[in-house]
């Protein structure tokens, strides 16, 4: 008998959820060792009292054994199969390739930085005044 299947008799979905004391049920869930008796929880939970912190830890719990066995959670496998799939050998037809025009900067703006081109690096610095203390 797993270590899951004694915590389950002795302390069942019902039994484990359906009290208030939320520093009994945490442990517990802590305890747990396997993603498929999380879930079994997690299902009460939500059919039953719906707490938004035990769902939460319930998660986080399936997340962690999923990270200290070295797997992969299975709504994340699909997605990185989809993302590699997006980048090896897409080839987008011109047709549906999308146009970026070139922005061109206001007239203002090309006239002042065409002045500032013109005056020397020196007169550039000495113009910059350091910001008082009350300005900060």
């Known amino acids: 008998m797993s270590y899951d299947e004694s915590l389950l008799k ?3 979905p019902e039994k484990l959820l359906d009290t208030r ?12 060792e396997e993603a498929a008796t999380v879930e079994r929880y997690l299902e ?39 993302m590699e799939g997006e980048h090896e050998g897409d080839i987008v037809p011109v047709d549906e390739a999308e146009t970026v025009s070139a922005m061109s900067p206001p007239e ?21 005044d350091s910001p008082m203390w009350d300005e900060l």
């Open 10 to 12: 002795q302390l069942p």
């Open 21 to 32: 004391n939320v520093r009994v049920i945490t442990p517990a869930i802590t305890m747990i």
């Open 44 to 82: 009460h939970e939500r059919a039953n009292r719906d707490r938004a912190g035990i769902i939460r830890h319930l998660t986080d719990r399936i997340d962690g054994i999923y990270e200290e066995n070295g797997e992969i959670l299975p709504g994340e496998q699909s997605q990185e199969q989809e």
């Open 108 to 128: 203002e703006l090309l006239a002042y930085i065409h002045d500032l081109g013109s005056e020397s690096d020196k007169e550039i610095a000495s113009s910059f």
